[in-house]
């Protein structure tokens, strides 16, 4: 019988064995600083907690094909950081970092972990953050095949 899965919210430094149920919300690729790219990924599980996970550059040619956004998949045995760097993605206080045990599985069958979920702030936590007004919103480009839209927003302050 298999072990029920856990959850981000159960992840700690000390446990790197795990099984989460996870959908892949966003990827990118991110060249190293020792030349090497890795992907890096924000996942979700069914609570809809999310941490930034991070695969390691030896396998990025396997992990660059497999990984599709929006896809579910069981995540197994992945090591546990602080999220300390100085972009956070997301508001965990880890990030997970693809090992040699990591294994990381395709499942349709998991529906339980919607598509989209919105994470709002409330006012007071962004007020101090605020630098002015929307002014304009501007599409220099369409999306090209496999490629996201840009879209330029562009701000005006009481100057």
């Known amino acids: 019988m298999s072990r029920d899965y856990d959850f981000i919210k159960d992840l700690t430094k000390e446990r790197e064995i795990c099984k989460i149920a996870i959908r892949v919300v966003d990827s990118w690729t991110v060249m190293g600083t020792n030349g090497f790219p890795h992907v890096e990924m924000v996942i979700a599980d069914a609570k809809g907690d999310r941490v ?3 695969t390691r550059y030896k396998e990025f040619e396997h992990w660059k094909e497999f990984i599709v956004e929006n896809n579910v998949y069981v995540l ?3 090591h546990v950081y602080d ?3 100085g972009f956070k993605v997301c508001d965990s206080p880890f990030k997970v970092v693809f090992g040699s ?3 990381f599985t395709k499942d349709v069958s998991i529906t339980n972990i ?3 979920q919105f994470h709002f702030k409330s006012f007071k936590e962004v007020q101090d953050e605020i630098i002015g007004a929307l ?3 501007v599409k220099p480009q369409t999306a090209a095949s496999g490629k996201k839209p840009c879209t330029n927003l562009i ?3 009481e100057c």
Do not use: Y
Request: aromatic share 0%.
């Open 52 to 54: 930034k996970a991070v």
């Open 76 to 78: 197994h045995n992945c």
């Open 83 to 85: 999220n300390n760097g």
């Open 101 to 103: 045990g990591t294994k």
């Open 114 to 116: 919607p598509p989209h």
């Open 135 to 137: 002014h304009e919103v």
């Open 155 to 157: 701000l005006s302050n």
